[in-house]
């Protein structure tokens, strides 16, 4: 039996109260980290249960201001569920609602306009194997090429046929993009590209490039496994516990 069905509403409110929590927390987060885009750009969670609902956040808010109980929950044609009277970024949902429709294993997506992964987008050789932190991300990014605004629900098939079964994506001449089977996986696969990105950027700045050797790569990727774990049992409480202390309410 699907371990899925046996669960009663009460279950499913208590994991969705859990969901929003940590997606409001990634979005204070980003803030925190600088990563906000004034109020463009989004981060959404799939919530649990068998309609494939996800949240997103109220298009016009401030990444700071929001809490769990600000986040819109939507369907998969962008219908908002529930009581909420906030709108969500059309281009948001466009993105959002590619990925969470065609990989069930996502619980998070994220996408940014930071400098430094913009910057990136606009290379054309992309992320390079530059440094420890770059590499821990081989075999990992996919790309995809800009198109406009993503308004266009055309998009969304070769979107998420670039993206495949990768776990993060730089959107050319756009931004950069990460999902996770939880919150906390998204959120530390995207510090990790953007660091990486902030580092090729200011490495490029400098002389002559150096490049790792491919066998230290691949060592390096081997090691890169078990991400997940370091996410979900180190990092994220890490973060929760730096984001009590400087951005408290969110859980509210």
Known sequence: MNAQATQTP???QALEAAVRIDLAAAYRL????????????HISARVPGPEHHFLINPYGWMFEEITASSLVKVDQEGQVVGHSKEMVNPAGFTIHSAVHDARHDVGCVMHLHTVSGTAVSCQEDGL????????????????????GVALDHDERPRLV????DKSAMILRNHGTLTTGTSVAEAFTTMYFLERACEMQVAAQAGGRLRIPAGHVQDVVEQQSRGL????????????????????????A
């Not at 925190?32 to 004034?38: A, V």
């Not at 046929?161 to 495949?164: N, P, Q, W």
């Not at 516990?241 to 408290?248: E, F, H, N």
Request: hydrophobic share 50%; no cysteine.
């Open 10 to 12: 009460a279950d499913l």
């Open 30 to 41: 980003v803030a925190l980290f600088g990563w906000d885009d004034l109020v463009f750009t």
């Open 128 to 147: 390079l194997p530059l440094n420890q932190t770059a590499m821990l991300l081989n075999g990992r990014v996919a790309y995809h090429d800009f198109e």
């Open 161 to 164: 046929a670039d993206l495949g």
């Open 228 to 251: 997940e774990v370091v996410a979900n049992r180190l990092v994220w409480p890490g973060l929760l516990r730096k984001l009590d202390r400087l951005s408290p309410g969110y859980a």
